[in-house]
Protein backbone atom coordinates (compact mmCIF):
# COMPACT_ATOMS: atom_id res chain seq x y z
CA UNK A 1 0.00 0.00 0.00
CA UNK A 2 3.02 2.22 0.53
CA UNK A 3 3.67 2.36 -3.51
CA UNK A 4 -0.15 3.62 -3.89
CA UNK A 5 -0.15 6.35 -1.30
CA UNK A 6 3.02 7.65 -3.13
CA UNK A 7 1.24 7.25 -6.73
CA UNK A 8 -1.69 9.18 -5.20
CA UNK A 9 0.46 12.15 -4.09
CA UNK A 10 2.27 12.01 -7.29
CA UNK A 11 -0.54 13.02 -8.81
CA UNK A 12 -2.35 15.10 -6.92
CA UNK A 13 1.53 17.19 -6.81
CA UNK A 14 0.78 16.76 -11.02
CA UNK A 15 -2.67 18.28 -10.53
CA UNK A 16 -1.51 21.30 -8.92
CA UNK A 17 0.14 22.62 -11.96
CA UNK A 18 -2.82 23.68 -14.23
CA UNK A 19 -2.60 26.08 -16.91
CA UNK A 20 -3.81 29.03 -19.08
CA UNK A 21 -5.37 29.43 -22.09
CA UNK A 22 -5.97 29.65 -25.99
CA UNK A 23 -2.42 30.33 -26.96
CA UNK A 24 -1.29 30.77 -23.41
CA UNK A 25 -2.75 27.58 -22.94
CA UNK A 26 0.67 26.41 -21.29
CA UNK A 27 1.01 29.06 -18.72
CA UNK A 28 0.56 28.38 -14.92
CA UNK A 29 -3.07 29.14 -13.47
CA UNK A 30 -3.68 28.85 -9.97
CA UNK A 31 -6.90 26.63 -10.40
CA UNK A 32 -5.30 24.51 -7.03
CA UNK A 33 -7.13 27.39 -5.48
CA UNK A 34 -10.83 26.27 -7.05
CA UNK A 35 -13.16 24.27 -5.60
CA UNK A 36 -13.79 21.78 -8.16
CA UNK A 37 -17.57 22.82 -9.32
CA UNK A 38 -15.70 26.05 -10.30
CA UNK A 39 -12.62 24.36 -12.40
CA UNK A 40 -14.74 21.68 -13.57
CA UNK A 41 -17.85 24.29 -14.44
CA UNK A 42 -17.83 24.88 -18.08
CA UNK A 43 -15.81 22.93 -21.20
CA UNK A 44 -13.31 25.59 -21.43
CA UNK A 45 -12.26 25.25 -17.86
CA UNK A 46 -12.43 21.03 -18.19
CA UNK A 47 -10.06 21.49 -20.78
CA UNK A 48 -7.57 23.85 -19.28
CA UNK A 49 -7.76 22.19 -16.23
CA UNK A 50 -7.69 18.90 -16.37
CA UNK A 51 -5.39 18.75 -19.73
CA UNK A 52 -3.83 21.57 -18.56
CA UNK A 53 -0.92 20.08 -16.30
CA UNK A 54 -0.19 17.40 -18.70
CA UNK A 55 0.32 19.44 -21.43
CA UNK A 56 2.86 21.62 -19.16
CA UNK A 57 4.64 18.61 -18.02
CA UNK A 58 6.02 17.50 -21.35
CA UNK A 59 8.63 19.98 -20.77
CA UNK A 60 9.96 20.40 -17.64
CA UNK A 61 12.26 23.11 -15.13
CA UNK A 62 13.57 20.72 -12.36
CA UNK A 63 15.63 17.74 -13.30
CA UNK A 64 14.03 14.17 -14.78
CA UNK A 65 10.98 16.24 -15.54
CA UNK A 66 9.73 16.32 -19.05
CA UNK A 67 10.52 14.89 -22.26
CA UNK A 68 13.44 16.82 -23.58
CA UNK A 69 15.04 20.16 -22.46
CA UNK A 70 15.79 18.94 -18.53
CA UNK A 71 18.99 16.94 -17.18
CA UNK A 72 19.04 13.75 -16.09
CA UNK A 73 15.41 12.46 -17.40
CA UNK A 74 14.52 10.75 -20.87
CA UNK A 75 16.36 12.64 -23.02
CA UNK A 76 19.65 11.94 -21.27
CA UNK A 77 19.62 7.91 -21.14
CA UNK A 78 18.45 7.84 -24.90
CA UNK A 79 21.29 9.95 -26.03
CA UNK A 80 24.39 9.39 -23.84
CA UNK A 81 24.18 6.04 -23.61
CA UNK A 82 25.02 6.08 -27.76
CA UNK A 83 27.43 6.53 -29.87
CA UNK A 84 25.98 10.14 -30.88
CA UNK A 85 27.04 12.25 -27.56
CA UNK A 86 29.44 11.33 -24.35
CA UNK A 87 29.86 13.35 -21.34
CA UNK A 88 33.53 13.03 -20.39
CA UNK A 89 35.00 13.71 -17.31
CA UNK A 90 37.07 16.50 -17.34
CA UNK A 91 39.23 16.72 -14.19
CA UNK A 92 37.22 17.68 -11.01
CA UNK A 93 34.07 18.45 -13.75
CA UNK A 94 31.41 15.85 -14.73
CA UNK A 95 32.70 13.13 -12.82
CA UNK A 96 29.36 13.39 -10.49
CA UNK A 97 29.98 9.90 -8.63
CA UNK A 98 30.59 8.23 -12.10
CA UNK A 99 27.01 8.27 -13.19
CA UNK A 100 27.83 9.73 -16.58
CA UNK A 101 30.75 7.46 -16.98
CA UNK A 102 28.37 4.46 -16.35
CA UNK A 103 25.71 5.51 -18.46
CA UNK A 104 27.76 5.43 -21.62
CA UNK A 105 29.23 2.52 -20.56
CA UNK A 106 25.78 0.77 -19.96
CA UNK A 107 26.26 -0.10 -16.60
CA UNK A 108 22.29 1.10 -16.31
CA UNK A 109 22.17 -0.04 -12.54
CA UNK A 110 24.68 2.70 -10.96
CA UNK A 111 23.10 4.86 -13.14
CA UNK A 112 20.86 7.33 -10.05
CA UNK A 113 18.15 8.91 -12.14
CA UNK A 114 16.86 6.12 -13.84
CA UNK A 115 14.07 6.22 -11.32
CA UNK A 116 13.32 9.52 -11.05
CA UNK A 117 12.38 9.24 -14.88
CA UNK A 118 10.34 6.20 -14.33
CA UNK A 119 8.41 8.30 -11.59
CA UNK A 120 8.04 11.35 -13.98
CA UNK A 121 6.41 9.25 -16.49
CA UNK A 122 3.92 7.71 -14.39
CA UNK A 123 3.14 10.37 -12.74
CA UNK A 124 1.93 11.58 -15.90
CA UNK A 125 0.18 8.38 -16.67
CA UNK A 126 -1.83 8.61 -13.44
CA UNK A 127 -2.38 12.69 -14.46
CA UNK A 128 -3.79 11.13 -17.79
CA UNK A 129 -6.24 8.82 -15.66
CA UNK A 130 -7.26 11.61 -13.05
CA UNK A 131 -8.55 13.73 -16.23
CA UNK A 132 -10.25 10.91 -17.57
CA UNK A 133 -12.24 10.62 -14.59
CA UNK A 134 -13.22 14.24 -14.63
CA UNK A 135 -14.10 14.11 -18.50
CA UNK A 136 -15.83 11.37 -17.30
CA UNK A 137 -17.76 12.92 -14.52
CA UNK A 138 -18.40 16.09 -16.23
CA UNK A 139 -20.21 14.13 -19.43
CA UNK A 140 -22.09 12.27 -16.91
CA UNK A 141 -23.53 15.90 -15.32
CA UNK A 142 -23.53 17.16 -19.32
CA UNK A 143 -24.92 15.00 -21.50
CA UNK A 144 -25.69 17.62 -24.39
CA UNK A 145 -22.27 19.04 -24.49
CA UNK A 146 -19.67 16.73 -26.39
CA UNK A 147 -16.71 15.78 -25.13
CA UNK A 148 -15.08 13.30 -27.49
CA UNK A 149 -11.52 15.50 -28.60
CA UNK A 150 -10.82 15.88 -24.81
CA UNK A 151 -11.10 11.94 -24.42
CA UNK A 152 -8.86 11.75 -27.21
CA UNK A 153 -6.51 13.79 -26.06
CA UNK A 154 -6.23 12.58 -22.64
CA UNK A 155 -5.97 8.64 -24.27
CA UNK A 156 -3.37 10.32 -26.42
CA UNK A 157 -1.06 11.75 -24.07
CA UNK A 158 -1.45 8.44 -22.16
CA UNK A 159 -0.14 6.28 -24.98
CA UNK A 160 2.63 9.09 -25.54
CA UNK A 161 4.20 8.58 -22.11
CA UNK A 162 3.42 4.74 -22.01
CA UNK A 163 5.43 4.66 -25.26
CA UNK A 164 8.06 6.00 -23.92
CA UNK A 165 7.97 4.39 -20.25
CA UNK A 166 7.96 1.01 -22.59
CA UNK A 167 10.66 1.77 -24.83
CA UNK A 168 12.72 2.25 -21.55
CA UNK A 169 11.85 0.29 -19.22
CA UNK A 170 10.22 -2.87 -21.75
CA UNK A 171 8.26 -4.05 -19.15
CA UNK A 172 5.69 -1.67 -17.08
CA UNK A 173 2.34 -1.40 -15.86
CA UNK A 174 -1.31 -0.89 -17.27
CA UNK A 175 -3.49 1.05 -14.78
CA UNK A 176 -6.87 3.06 -15.61
CA UNK A 177 -7.15 4.42 -12.72
CA UNK A 178 -5.74 7.37 -10.61
CA UNK A 179 -5.81 5.50 -7.64
CA UNK A 180 -4.95 1.86 -8.54
CA UNK A 181 -4.20 -1.17 -6.20
CA UNK A 182 -1.66 -2.73 -5.70
CA UNK A 183 -3.15 -5.64 -8.03
CA UNK A 184 -3.16 -2.90 -11.13
CA UNK A 185 0.48 -1.78 -11.20
CA UNK A 186 1.92 -5.61 -12.12
CA UNK A 187 4.25 -5.16 -14.51
CA UNK A 188 3.09 -6.31 -18.15
CA UNK A 189 4.98 -8.41 -20.77
CA UNK A 190 5.95 -5.63 -23.25
CA UNK A 191 4.34 -6.94 -26.14
CA UNK A 192 0.76 -6.71 -23.85
CA UNK A 193 1.67 -3.07 -23.70
CA UNK A 194 3.07 -2.23 -27.08
CA UNK A 195 -0.40 -3.80 -28.75
CA UNK A 196 -2.74 -1.69 -25.95
CA UNK A 197 -0.39 1.48 -27.22
CA UNK A 198 -1.28 0.71 -30.77
CA UNK A 199 -4.70 -0.27 -29.66
CA UNK A 200 -5.38 3.28 -27.83
CA UNK A 201 -3.60 5.44 -30.66
CA UNK A 202 -5.84 3.71 -33.16
CA UNK A 203 -8.84 4.18 -31.49
CA UNK A 204 -8.73 8.11 -30.92
CA UNK A 205 -7.12 8.85 -34.16
CA UNK A 206 -9.62 10.24 -35.81
CA UNK A 207 -11.07 12.14 -32.91
CA UNK A 208 -8.88 14.20 -32.73
CA UNK A 209 -8.44 17.63 -34.66
CA UNK A 210 -6.28 17.84 -38.25
CA UNK A 211 -4.86 21.15 -36.46
CA UNK A 212 -1.11 21.94 -36.92
CA UNK A 213 0.06 21.45 -33.12
CA UNK A 214 3.49 23.49 -33.71
CA UNK A 215 2.16 26.49 -34.64
CA UNK A 216 0.40 29.44 -32.99
CA UNK A 217 -3.17 29.33 -31.69
CA UNK A 218 -5.73 26.81 -30.17
CA UNK A 219 -3.99 24.05 -30.80
CA UNK A 220 -0.23 25.13 -30.33
CA UNK A 221 1.58 22.42 -27.88
CA UNK A 222 -1.64 19.97 -27.71
CA UNK A 223 -2.14 16.61 -29.20
CA UNK A 224 -3.30 16.45 -32.43
CA UNK A 225 -4.12 13.88 -35.41
CA UNK A 226 -0.68 14.54 -36.90
CA UNK A 227 0.91 13.87 -33.70
CA UNK A 228 -0.95 10.36 -33.38
CA UNK A 229 -0.15 9.39 -37.09
CA UNK A 230 3.75 10.43 -35.93
CA UNK A 231 3.44 8.21 -32.71
CA UNK A 232 1.45 5.04 -34.55
CA UNK A 233 4.94 5.24 -37.22
CA UNK A 234 7.30 5.29 -34.70
CA UNK A 235 6.34 2.44 -32.57
CA UNK A 236 5.13 0.33 -35.35
CA UNK A 237 8.88 0.82 -37.11
CA UNK A 238 9.99 -0.70 -33.76
CA UNK A 239 7.59 -3.55 -33.64
CA UNK A 240 9.58 -6.26 -33.72
CA UNK A 241 12.19 -4.79 -30.38
CA UNK A 242 8.64 -4.14 -29.03
CA UNK A 243 6.88 -7.33 -29.53
CA UNK A 244 9.75 -9.23 -28.00
CA UNK A 245 9.38 -10.43 -24.62
CA UNK A 246 12.56 -11.92 -24.09
CA UNK A 247 15.50 -9.14 -25.00
CA UNK A 248 18.31 -11.60 -23.82
CA UNK A 249 17.74 -14.93 -26.66
CA UNK A 250 19.05 -13.04 -29.52
CA UNK A 251 16.18 -13.71 -31.53
CA UNK A 252 12.99 -11.45 -32.36
CA UNK A 253 9.62 -11.47 -34.22
CA UNK A 254 9.49 -10.89 -37.97
CA UNK A 255 7.52 -7.63 -38.70
CA UNK A 256 6.66 -8.82 -42.27
CA UNK A 257 4.55 -10.96 -40.33
CA UNK A 258 2.84 -9.44 -37.97
CA UNK A 259 -0.82 -8.14 -39.35
CA UNK A 260 -2.52 -4.57 -38.44
CA UNK A 261 -6.05 -3.13 -39.21
CA UNK A 262 -5.20 0.20 -40.53
CA UNK A 263 -8.59 2.05 -42.15
CA UNK A 264 -10.39 -1.48 -42.75
CA UNK A 265 -7.44 -3.30 -44.49
CA UNK A 266 -4.82 -5.24 -42.94
CA UNK A 267 -1.50 -4.44 -43.40
CA UNK A 268 2.06 -6.49 -42.53
CA UNK A 269 3.92 -3.77 -39.38
CA UNK A 270 6.01 -2.12 -42.86
CA UNK A 271 2.99 -1.26 -44.48
CA UNK A 272 1.27 0.25 -41.76
CA UNK A 273 3.95 2.50 -41.18
CA UNK A 274 4.28 3.34 -44.69
CA UNK A 275 0.30 4.36 -44.80
CA UNK A 276 0.69 6.65 -41.24
CA UNK A 277 3.90 8.09 -42.83
CA UNK A 278 1.64 8.99 -46.28
CA UNK A 279 -0.95 10.85 -43.51
CA UNK A 280 1.20 13.03 -42.74
CA UNK A 281 2.76 14.16 -45.89
CA UNK A 282 -1.16 14.57 -46.88
CA UNK A 283 -2.12 16.76 -43.97
CA UNK A 284 0.33 19.45 -45.82
CA UNK A 285 3.26 18.94 -43.86
CA UNK A 286 6.77 19.71 -46.06
CA UNK A 287 10.29 20.28 -45.50
CA UNK A 288 11.34 23.79 -43.77
CA UNK A 289 13.54 25.45 -47.19
CA UNK A 290 16.63 25.43 -44.34
CA UNK A 291 17.58 22.99 -41.89
CA UNK A 292 18.40 25.67 -39.55
CA UNK A 293 14.93 27.01 -39.86
CA UNK A 294 13.70 24.32 -37.66
CA UNK A 295 15.97 25.19 -34.61
CA UNK A 296 15.27 29.13 -35.04
CA UNK A 297 14.11 31.22 -32.39
CA UNK A 298 10.80 31.31 -34.00
CA UNK A 299 10.88 27.75 -34.78
CA UNK A 300 7.17 27.65 -34.53
CA UNK A 301 6.60 28.54 -37.55
CA UNK A 302 8.38 25.88 -39.39
CA UNK A 303 6.00 23.86 -42.10
CA UNK A 304 7.93 20.89 -41.04
CA UNK A 305 7.63 20.48 -37.16
CA UNK A 306 4.55 18.31 -35.88
CA UNK A 307 4.87 18.67 -32.34
CA UNK A 308 6.95 20.66 -29.95
CA UNK A 309 7.37 21.14 -26.64
CA UNK A 310 6.54 25.64 -26.33
CA UNK A 311 9.06 27.94 -25.45
CA UNK A 312 8.95 31.47 -23.70
CA UNK A 313 10.86 33.39 -22.03
CA UNK A 314 8.02 35.16 -19.88
CA UNK A 315 5.49 32.75 -20.55
CA UNK A 316 6.39 29.67 -20.00
CA UNK A 317 8.83 27.67 -17.06
CA UNK A 318 9.91 24.75 -19.12
CA UNK A 319 13.76 24.68 -19.48
CA UNK A 320 16.30 23.92 -22.25
CA UNK A 321 19.62 23.01 -20.72
CA UNK A 322 21.13 20.72 -23.35
CA UNK A 323 23.26 23.58 -24.81
CA UNK A 324 23.92 25.37 -21.19
CA UNK A 325 25.42 21.84 -20.30
CA UNK A 326 27.78 21.59 -23.42
CA UNK A 327 29.23 24.77 -24.07
CA UNK A 328 32.80 25.43 -22.70
CA UNK A 329 32.64 28.15 -19.55
CA UNK A 330 34.19 31.20 -21.75
CA UNK A 331 32.18 30.39 -24.76
CA UNK A 332 28.74 30.74 -23.54
CA UNK A 333 30.14 34.06 -21.49
CA UNK A 334 30.71 35.43 -24.46
CA UNK A 335 27.42 34.73 -25.71
CA UNK A 336 26.24 36.46 -22.58
CA UNK A 337 25.05 32.84 -21.04
CA UNK A 338 26.50 30.59 -18.48
CA UNK A 339 27.66 26.92 -19.96
CA UNK A 340 29.31 24.00 -17.75
CA UNK A 341 31.20 22.94 -20.53
CA UNK A 342 30.27 19.24 -20.93
CA UNK A 343 28.46 17.27 -23.48
CA UNK A 344 29.95 16.46 -26.47
CA UNK A 345 29.61 14.36 -29.35
CA UNK A 346 31.71 11.20 -29.67
CA UNK A 347 34.38 10.30 -32.50
CA UNK A 348 32.11 7.96 -34.30
CA UNK A 349 29.02 10.89 -34.98
CA UNK A 350 32.28 13.27 -35.64
CA UNK A 351 33.08 9.92 -38.40
CA UNK A 352 29.58 10.24 -39.45
CA UNK A 353 29.46 13.84 -40.64
CA UNK A 354 33.04 13.76 -42.47
CA UNK A 355 34.93 15.88 -40.04
CA UNK A 356 38.36 16.10 -41.06
CA UNK A 357 37.55 14.66 -44.66
CA UNK A 358 36.66 16.46 -48.26
CA UNK A 359 33.65 15.20 -47.50
CA UNK A 360 31.98 17.02 -44.90
CA UNK A 361 28.33 17.09 -43.98
CA UNK A 362 26.82 20.58 -44.81
CA UNK A 363 24.88 19.84 -41.27
CA UNK A 364 28.28 19.29 -39.67
CA UNK A 365 28.50 23.60 -38.78
CA UNK A 366 24.81 23.79 -37.70
CA UNK A 367 24.93 21.01 -35.47
CA UNK A 368 27.89 21.24 -33.64
CA UNK A 369 30.47 23.82 -32.17
CA UNK A 370 34.17 22.68 -34.02
CA UNK A 371 37.65 23.95 -33.93
CA UNK A 372 37.87 27.88 -33.62
CA UNK A 373 34.82 29.45 -31.79
CA UNK A 374 33.54 32.91 -32.40
CA UNK A 375 30.73 34.77 -30.47
CA UNK A 376 27.34 35.05 -32.41
CA UNK A 377 26.65 38.13 -34.13
CA UNK A 378 30.02 39.71 -33.37
CA UNK A 379 31.98 36.62 -35.18
CA UNK A 380 35.02 37.76 -32.72
CA UNK A 381 37.08 34.94 -31.61
CA UNK A 382 36.69 33.41 -28.08
CA UNK A 383 39.33 33.11 -26.12
CA UNK A 384 40.57 31.06 -23.04
CA UNK A 385 41.37 33.27 -19.69
CA UNK A 386 44.65 32.96 -21.19
CA UNK A 387 44.08 34.90 -23.35
CA UNK A 388 44.37 32.21 -26.64
CA UNK A 389 41.68 31.37 -28.76
CA UNK A 390 38.97 28.57 -27.62
CA UNK A 391 39.30 25.87 -29.87
CA UNK A 392 37.41 22.24 -29.28
CA UNK A 393 39.41 19.32 -30.71
CA UNK A 394 36.30 16.33 -31.50
CA UNK A 395 38.70 13.39 -32.16
CA UNK A 396 40.32 14.56 -29.19
CA UNK A 397 37.37 12.71 -27.05
CA UNK A 398 37.34 10.01 -24.58
CA UNK A 399 35.08 8.66 -21.55
CA UNK A 400 37.62 10.66 -19.06
CA UNK A 401 39.77 13.23 -20.45
CA UNK A 402 41.90 14.15 -17.23
CA UNK A 403 45.25 15.91 -16.95
CA UNK A 404 44.89 15.77 -20.93
CA UNK A 405 45.91 18.85 -22.66
CA UNK A 406 42.37 19.02 -24.25
CA UNK A 407 40.82 18.77 -20.85
CA UNK A 408 38.42 21.43 -20.95
CA UNK A 409 38.54 21.61 -24.56
CA UNK A 410 37.73 18.08 -25.99
CA UNK A 411 35.00 17.51 -28.26
CA UNK A 412 32.40 19.12 -30.72
CA UNK A 413 29.63 21.03 -28.79
CA UNK A 414 25.96 21.17 -29.18
CA UNK A 415 24.92 23.75 -31.56
CA UNK A 416 21.41 23.14 -33.40
CA UNK A 417 19.31 24.80 -31.95
CA UNK A 418 19.98 29.24 -32.50
CA UNK A 419 21.24 31.35 -29.48
CA UNK A 420 19.08 33.14 -28.09
CA UNK A 421 20.81 36.44 -26.80
CA UNK A 422 17.21 37.03 -25.03
CA UNK A 423 17.68 33.89 -23.40
CA UNK A 424 17.36 33.79 -19.63
CA UNK A 425 18.31 31.90 -16.58
CA UNK A 426 22.02 31.38 -17.95
CA UNK A 427 20.43 30.32 -21.22
CA UNK A 428 18.23 28.00 -20.37
CA UNK A 429 14.90 29.78 -20.65
CA UNK A 430 14.21 30.78 -24.28
CA UNK A 431 12.23 31.09 -27.21
CA UNK A 432 13.47 28.32 -29.36
CA UNK A 433 10.44 25.58 -28.90
CA UNK A 434 11.98 21.81 -28.33
CA UNK A 435 11.29 19.55 -31.30
CA UNK A 436 9.97 16.39 -30.33
CA UNK A 437 8.49 15.24 -33.65
CA UNK A 438 9.09 16.76 -37.31
CA UNK A 439 8.34 15.53 -41.01
CA UNK A 440 12.27 14.75 -41.77
CA UNK A 441 11.82 11.74 -38.92
CA UNK A 442 8.09 10.75 -40.92
CA UNK A 443 10.33 10.73 -44.49
CA UNK A 444 12.86 8.39 -43.37
CA UNK A 445 11.07 6.22 -41.50
CA UNK A 446 9.14 5.74 -44.58
CA UNK A 447 12.32 5.05 -46.15
CA UNK A 448 13.36 2.21 -44.08
CA UNK A 449 9.74 0.58 -43.63
CA UNK A 450 9.65 0.51 -47.83
CA UNK A 451 13.59 -1.47 -47.59
CA UNK A 452 12.05 -3.58 -44.20
CA UNK A 453 9.37 -4.61 -46.36
CA UNK A 454 11.58 -5.88 -49.10
CA UNK A 455 11.04 -2.51 -51.79
CA UNK A 456 14.39 -0.39 -52.19
CA UNK A 457 13.91 1.83 -55.11
CA UNK A 458 13.01 5.33 -56.81
CA UNK A 459 10.70 5.56 -53.70
CA UNK A 460 12.94 4.70 -51.25
CA UNK A 461 15.56 6.41 -52.79
CA UNK A 462 13.20 9.84 -53.16
CA UNK A 463 12.19 10.05 -49.54
CA UNK A 464 16.01 9.64 -48.47
CA UNK A 465 17.31 12.32 -50.72
CA UNK A 466 14.90 14.70 -50.14
CA UNK A 467 16.22 14.96 -46.49
CA UNK A 468 19.92 14.88 -48.29
CA UNK A 469 19.12 17.32 -50.81
CA UNK A 470 17.55 19.76 -48.19
CA UNK A 471 20.80 19.16 -46.65
CA UNK A 472 22.55 20.35 -49.67
CA UNK A 473 24.18 16.93 -50.15
CA UNK A 474 24.72 14.28 -52.92
CA UNK A 475 22.46 11.91 -53.51
CA UNK A 476 22.47 8.45 -52.26
CA UNK A 477 20.76 4.89 -52.95
CA UNK A 478 18.68 4.37 -50.03
CA UNK A 479 19.90 1.09 -47.91
CA UNK A 480 18.96 0.52 -43.91
CA UNK A 481 22.66 1.44 -43.19
CA UNK A 482 22.35 4.42 -45.10
CA UNK A 483 19.07 5.30 -43.43
CA UNK A 484 20.89 4.93 -40.08
CA UNK A 485 23.33 7.27 -41.30
CA UNK A 486 21.00 9.81 -42.13
CA UNK A 487 19.23 9.52 -39.21
CA UNK A 488 22.57 10.38 -37.16
CA UNK A 489 22.97 13.39 -39.42
CA UNK A 490 19.38 14.99 -39.38
CA UNK A 491 18.28 13.52 -35.78
CA UNK A 492 21.33 14.72 -33.77
CA UNK A 493 20.56 15.48 -30.25
CA UNK A 494 17.00 14.89 -30.37
CA UNK A 495 16.73 12.15 -28.68
CA UNK A 496 16.40 9.44 -31.32
CA UNK A 497 19.76 7.88 -31.39
CA UNK A 498 18.82 4.99 -28.49
CA UNK A 499 15.85 3.86 -30.12
CA UNK A 500 17.56 3.95 -33.47
CA UNK A 501 20.21 1.35 -32.65
CA UNK A 502 18.38 -0.98 -30.65
CA UNK A 503 15.82 -1.16 -33.71
CA UNK A 504 18.73 -1.59 -35.77
CA UNK A 505 20.86 -4.04 -33.35
CA UNK A 506 23.90 -1.61 -33.09
CA UNK A 507 23.16 -0.66 -29.27
CA UNK A 508 25.20 -3.05 -27.84
CA UNK A 509 28.48 -2.76 -29.90
CA UNK A 510 31.64 -1.16 -28.54
CA UNK A 511 32.22 2.25 -29.95
CA UNK A 512 34.30 5.74 -28.63
CA UNK A 513 36.12 4.55 -25.50
CA UNK A 514 33.40 1.94 -24.52
CA UNK A 515 34.16 -2.05 -24.25
CA UNK A 516 30.85 -4.11 -25.19
CA UNK A 517 30.10 -4.88 -22.01
CA UNK A 518 29.07 -9.19 -20.57
CA UNK A 519 25.58 -7.75 -20.54
CA UNK A 520 25.33 -6.14 -23.77
CA UNK A 521 26.32 -9.25 -25.20
CA UNK A 522 23.42 -11.01 -23.25
CA UNK A 523 21.32 -8.29 -24.38
CA UNK A 524 20.55 -6.97 -20.80
CA UNK A 525 21.54 -3.48 -21.54
CA UNK A 526 18.35 -3.13 -24.27
CA UNK A 527 16.16 -1.93 -20.89
CA UNK A 528 16.87 -0.08 -18.14
CA UNK A 529 16.09 -1.98 -14.69
CA UNK A 530 12.63 -1.46 -12.96
CA UNK A 531 12.67 1.12 -9.61
CA UNK A 532 13.25 -1.02 -6.39
CA UNK A 533 9.50 0.57 -4.67
CA UNK A 534 7.96 -0.68 -8.16
CA UNK A 535 9.24 -3.85 -7.62
CA UNK A 536 8.53 -4.12 -3.64
CA UNK A 537 4.80 -2.89 -4.30
CA UNK A 538 3.99 -5.32 -6.97
CA UNK A 539 5.97 -8.10 -5.75
CA UNK A 540 7.50 -8.52 -9.13
CA UNK A 541 10.79 -9.33 -10.37
CA UNK A 542 13.93 -7.03 -11.71
CA UNK A 543 14.72 -7.10 -15.42
CA UNK A 544 17.56 -9.47 -16.63
CA UNK A 545 20.69 -8.69 -15.90
CA UNK A 546 20.44 -6.46 -12.77
Not at 20 to 45: Q, V
Not at 106 to 133: I, P, Q
Not at 313 to 322: A, G, L, P
Not at 518 to 546: H, M, R, W
Amino acid sequence: MINRHILSYSLLLALSLLLGACDKFLEDDPTDRLPADEAYSTLSDLRLNALGAIYRNIGGSSDSQGLQGTARGVWDLNTFSTDEAIIPTRGADWYDGGIWQNLFLHRFGNVDFTGDTWNYLFKEVLACNRALERIGEYAAAHPTEDVTLLKAEARALRAMFLFYAMDLYGRVPLFTSSNPAVQDIQLQPRSVTFKHIVSELQDVEYDLTNERSSQLGEYYGRVTRPVVQFLLAKVLLNAEVYADDDWTDGEHPDGAAMMWPVDGERLNTWQAVETYCGKIEASGYVLADDFADNFSISNEESPELIFTIPMDIYNYSNRFTQQFRSLHYNHAAALGLNGENGPCATIEAMRTFGYGTDDVDYRLGLTYYVDEVYAEKSFTPVTLDDGSPLVYYPMQVALDVSNTAWEKTAGARMHKYEIDLAAMSDGQLRRNDLVLFRLADVLLMHCEALLRDGRPGAEADGLLNRVRDRAHMEPRTATLDLVLEERMLELAWEGWRRNDLIRYGQFTRSYTDRPQLEADVKGYTLVFPIPGETLTACGSEQNPGY
